[in-house]
């Protein structure tokens, strides 16, 4: 056993690093440092610069465009992406569908997508969530009828991230409302976002920001050929792609990146004249803070080594802790960075407001995001199977009970 | 010991609660109601903490508690906090008989809506800590230097601004408080929305003069004033915030009986059963506290009173964030939007947790005064 890295892995890291310093637009990464999200623009942007270095797919194989690395290697490009920070491939093309039809799609999808989806040039949503079925995902009713060489497609999608960005959809939908077993009627769809009868309604979050959306289907005819995998079949397809999901949310870097910088500014922050760093409780939160953050580095470590020596199966039950732990230390974090702010903390604005005005601002930028931030990312314990699912499948499947 | 509350007080509650029912959409903007504003003038409940002789009701706090409950419930934007609870407080505590006269009568009419400037950028929740400057002349001050987090600042018509005629920035000696007219030479405002959409204003104040009159109290003896009116002001909030809970805590237990996952309402899952059960009991803590911040907050020792409105502020605190932050969470998706009325008081909760201290702030303020009971060797 050896926790450390290797030099050849030390090595790597810094290419990545390099990389990344000389390419990535400072505006945008001026912009991430000081809390914004990545606009449409900025992801597009560095997926491409990414993907013409050939590492916008690194966990694809190889013949897809992947890079080849072992599991090491892709931890630690992604976690130089997120701690750098730098905006990430876009995860619902990159991580989601690109998987699946990779794993489950002909030939004609693959030509036809993957490259597209390395590229950015189709920016993919999510429509998997309806209004009546969000944890109990299989009772979804969106329905699909076969009709000649197509499927018409009848129903609505809801909490859809980024549908107003988006080309194309990929969506479970009901084409079997009489199998035995509801999650035996189920396909897993491709669809065009300019189909006739699609329709987006922009949903405003609590903290003000425009991410997600309604998607409403009237009589929206699909061509048969953008049916993945076996018809009714789609329910494995949802397995696999939520499995990845729940790795890709535990955002380690990201927490990592935000914990340094929050560092940084209760060193600045007063409190009675000495800095807040130096409050002996404010001091401990972050310390137990940081210090559950490096025991879920070490629980992702070895879910990556199992992987990376049994390949990559059943997932490893540690993966139901990344999911819950990471998202609640992402929470925490945006908990202290608005305890850090204090009453200026109340001056609050929106997610999404450009960077930099050049105005004398009321209150720090930092400060006026506390709140938006602390808001928005409740979120992340509700969406990619809520925390409270995680705890059932850590009770029911691992434990048994 | 009676915790009931008279016939009287009832009917203020219901009152209360009738005009400040909240609306079924969420609030949008920052907007309040000169219109609500007069019928709360027409209720009394604008001349509730004056002298009668002043012509005030002569209400104390259980009934401020009641109002701001009620204002918790129905998410009450109109500047009452601001001007009945810390401006009447100033007002009662701090001014001669003349001006409390005048203030009082202005306020109770409705017609003056004031604001307390007082946090300043680099001050966090120390209330000490005051670096705008106070210099004084042959007729009376000048005044300069920012506040930032005033909230309705920006349409009060009467500031009540802290600032430093002498000692150190921190020192608690040395701080006066003024009178000021919001349209002042000298006076900016910037609005804004606080996060929770409450209305607030940074207030600039670019050599300001006043004339000696405008001082409220002594010179540089204004901290004890100040701290007396802001404990006051929290008891007032942990109500609010009570109501504020007790809403967020009603909509999670019926949405659980009615939102059905899995082929049975949610409620029907012990997990949230007992997740459930963990924010009413949060709720009760912070209700008894809420009481026992009301009937401190006339304590005429200072130090009994401020470690025992301190502590509430951390019970509020603590409990509130898990009532907001649990609540949304049993709500799933729907609780993330900004259209569904949760949402508002989560951040409502949220605004309050901040004011006047967070509950790690206060949790200090209560160990350092060697908690609510001091022993003595
Ligand atoms: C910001 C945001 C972005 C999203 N983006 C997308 C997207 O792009 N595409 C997409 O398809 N979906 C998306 N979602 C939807 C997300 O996946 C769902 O919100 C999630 O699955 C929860 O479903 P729900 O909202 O219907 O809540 P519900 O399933 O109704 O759950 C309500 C509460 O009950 C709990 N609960 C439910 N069942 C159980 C149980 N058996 N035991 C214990 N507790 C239980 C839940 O944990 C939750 O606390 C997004 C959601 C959000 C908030």
Redesign the interface.
């Known amino acids: 056993m050896d926790l450390r890295f290797t030099s050849e892995e030390q090595e790597f890291r810094q290419e990545v690093r390099s990389f990344i310093a000389a390419n990535l637009d400072q505006e945008t990464h001026a912009s991430m440092l000081a809390g914004h999200r990545p606009s449409k623009d900025q992801i597009v942007a560095w997926q491409r610069v990414l993907n013409k270095k050939g590492w916008a797919t690194v966990d694809w194989p190889a013949e897809f465009g992947g890079t080849g690395w072992n599991i090491i290697r892709r931890h630690i490009f992604r976690e130089e992406v997120q701690a750098y920070p730098a905006p990430e491939p876009l995860a619902f093309g990159v991580y989601m569908v690109g998987p699946v039809i990779i794993t489950f799609g002909n030939e004609d999808q693959k030509k036809k997508f993957l490259p597209r989806i390395a590229n950015l040039d189709d920016w993919w949503c999510q429509g998997f ?1 309806e209004p ?5 995902l299989a ?1 979804l009713k969106t329905a699909a009828r076969r009709d000649g060489d197509h499927y018409i497609v009848n129903g609505q999608k ?2 859809t991230t980024y549908a107003q960005y988006a080309d194309w959809i990929f969506c479970l939908v009901r084409t079997n409302p009489q199998a035995a077993k509801p999650q035996e009627g189920i396909s897993f769809l491709l669809i065009d976002m300019k189909s006739p009868g699609l329709t987006v309604r922009p ?4 903290d ?1 920001g425009r991410e ?1 959306n309604e998607v409403f289907f009237d009589d929206v005819k699909v061509p048969i050929e953008n049916l993945v995998g076996v018809e009714n079949r789609g329910w494995d397809c949802a397995k696999f792609l939520l499995s990845n999901e729940r790795v890709n949310t535990a955002r380690i870097g990201a927490t990592k990146e935000r914990l340094r910088r929050l560092k940084k500014l209760a060193a600045e ?5 000495r800095p ?1 760093i130096e409050d002996q ?2 001091a401990e939160k972050l310390a137990d803070l940081e210090i559950e953050l490096k025991a879920l580095e070490i629980t992702q470590l070895r879910v990556l080594a199992n992987e990376n020596k049994n390949g990559k199966g059943k997932p490893d039950p540690a993966s139901s802790v990344l999911k819950l732990r990471g998202t609640e230390l992402q929470q925490r974090i945006t ?1 202290l960075t ?2 850090a702010a ?7 604005e929106n997610l999404d407001a450009p960077l930099g005005h050049n105005e004398d601002e ?2 720090p930028e930092w400060m006026r995001l506390a ?2 931030t ?2 928005n990312t ?2 992340v ?3 990619g199977g ?3 699912i995680q ?2 499948i850590i009770a029911k499947q691992i434990l048994g009970l | 010991m009676d915790f009931d509350l008279s016939d009287e007080q009832r009917l203020l509650r219901d009152n209360v609660e009738r005009l400040s029912a909240p609306t079924e959409a969420a609030p949008q903007g920052t907007a309040w109601s000169r219109e609500r504003w007069k019928q709360f003038a027409e209720l009394g409940l604008l001349a509730l903490p004056f002298d009668e002789a002043d012509g005030g009701l002569g209400w104390g706090a259980v009934e401020t508690m009641i109002v701001m409950e009620a204002f918790g419930k129905g998410l009450v934007r109109e500047p009452y906090l601001s001007t009945v609870v810390i401006g009447g407080g100033l007002v009662r505590h701090g001014c001669g008989d003349a001006v409390r006269k005048e203030l009082a009568g202005r306020i109770a009419s409705g017609e003056l809506v004031v604001a307390f400037a007082h946090v300043e950028r680099e001050a966090r929740h120390e209330l000490a800590d005051v670096a705008l400057s106070a210099r004084k002349t042959t007729e009376g001050f000048v005044l300069d230097g920012v506040k930032s987090v005033v909230p309705h600042g920006d349409e009060a018509e009467l500031l009540f601004v802290s600032a430093r005629t002498g000692g150190e920035r921190h020192a608690r000696d040395g701080i006066s408080l003024f009178r000021i007219d919001a349209k002042a030479k000298g006076v900016t405002r910037r609005a804004y929305g606080l996060a929770d959409g409450t209305p607030g204003a940074e207030v600039r104040l670019d050599n300001v003069v006043v004339s000696a009159d405008m001082l409220v109290g002594e010179v540089g003896k204004a901290l004890p004033l100040i701290e007396r009116v802001t404990d006051e002001a929290i008891a007032a909030l942990c109500a609010e915030a009570v109501g504020v809970m007790s809403v967020m805590c009603d909509m999670t237990v019926s949405y659980l009986k009615t939102r059905k996952q899995f082929g049975r309402p949610i409620g029907a899952f012990q997990a949230l059963q007992h997740r459930a059960a963990d924010m009413f009991i949060g709720l009760e803590q912070a209700r008894s506290m809420a009481v026992y911040a009301t009937m401190m907050a006339t304590e005429n020792d200072p130090a009994q009173r401020s470690a025992a409105i301190s502590a509430a502020k951390v019970t509020i605190g603590r409990n509130g964030r898990f009532i907001g932050e649990q609540a949304v969470q049993l709500h799933g998706g729907i609780g993330m939007t900004m259209e569904y009325r949760l949402g508002a008081y989560f951040k409502r909760m949220t605004s309050i947790g901040l004011m006047f201290g967070d509950a790690d702030h206060h949790l200090r303020k209560v160990a350092k005064a060697g908690g609510l009971e001091q022993i003595t060797a």
């Not at chain 1, 009546?132 to 109990?136: H, I, L, N, P, Q």
């Not at chain 1, 949903?203 to 609590?206: E, G, K, P, S």
């Not at chain 1, 204090?342 to 609050?348: A, C, I, N, Q, S």
Request: a negative charge; zero cysteines.
């Open positions: 969530s009546g079925s969000g944890s109990d009772s809801t909490w949903i405003v979050t609590v003000g997600i922050a007063q409190e009675g004249g807040l409780s404010f908990e608005l305890q204090g009453p200026h903390g109340l001056v609050g009321i209150a709140a938006p602390y808001f409740r979120k314990t509700i969406y809520s925390n409270e705890r059932n």
